[in-house]
T-cell receptor, first 111, second 115 residues
Framework: DAKTTQPNSMESNEEEPVHLPCNHSTISGTDYIHWYRQLPSQGPEYVIHGLTSNVNNRMASLAIAEDRKSSTLILHRATLRDAAVYYCILRANQAGTALIFGKGTTLSVSS | DVKVTQSSRYLVKRTGEKVFLECVQDMDHENMFWYRQDPGLGLRLIYFSYDVKMKEKGDIPEGYSVSREKKERFSLILESASTNQTSMYLC??????????????FGPGTRLTVL
């Protein structure tokens, strides 16, 4: 899987939007962009994924650059419960592939 | 609601002991995975299985073995536990088919300490 680059940490205030960036300049045409997050003392959980178009779900939005070399996870209104490590992962289109986790971005949310 | 359960949240074992970590999923998933997570190193894949009785080595299989006799259960075995195997162990599962779209569901983790 191609490599991703994320900032080590970010801070936000409660109720404000948060934009978490991810660079993946070596992404291939069939790689999907996945985001997972890991809350303290829990296993990772799926957040969202996309291929080319922007995606929305109940947790977040994913904005994908036109050249697909970067993407941004958007939390529209951060809550204290969103404090977690956020991982941006590229997945090749192969059956049964494991996730390759980088260091992720540690998001802190203040009240 | 999808569920992956792991047999213990916390486990303390002695060096040289044989350790079994159990993982059960209730989603009829074909694929199951074992990762370990260490500070500064992130999550690393130990083994995965894409079908009953099938297994594939991940990035760090040394010192571990696995067993998958039933579709819902995937066991990680430390044949002779060592202190460098002190870690958080995470199990995950996903459905089969095209991997890129398949979400992995994780269990809560087992924090293993080897003394």
């Amino acid at each position: 899987d191609a490599k991703t680059t994320q900032p080590n940490s970010m801070e936000s205030n409660e109720e404000e939007p948060v934009h978490l960036p991810c660079n993946h300049s070596t992404i291939s045409g069939t790689d999907y962009i996945h985001w997972y997050r890991q809350l303290p003392s829990q296993g990772p959980e799926y957040v969202i994924h996309g291929l080319t178009s922007n995606v929305n779900n109940r947790m977040a939005s994913l904005a994908i650059a036109e050249d697909r070399k970067s993407s941004t996870l958007i939390l529209h209104r951060a809550t204290l419960r969103d404090a977690a490590v956020y991982y941006c992962i590229l997945r090749a289109n192969q059956a049964g592939t494991a996730l390759i986790f980088g260091k992720g971005t540690t998001l802190s949310v203040s009240s | 609601d999808v569920k992956v359960t792991q047999s213990s949240r916390y486990l303390v074992k002695r060096t040289g002991e044989k350790v079994f970590l159990e993982c059960v999923q209730d989603m009829d998933h074909e694929n199951m995975f074992w990762y370990r997570q260490d500070p500064g190193l992130g999550l690393r894949l130990i083994y995965f299985s894409y079908d009953v009785k099938m297994k594939e080595k991940g990035d760090i299989p040394e010192g571990y073995s696995v067993s998958r006799e039933k579709k819902e259960r995937f066991s990680l075995i430390l044949e002779s536990a060592s202190t460098n195997q002190t870690s958080m162990y995470l199990c995950a599962s996903s459905s089969g088919g095209a991997g890129a779209r398949n979400t992995q569901y994780f269990g809560p983790g087992t924090r293993l300490t080897v003394l």
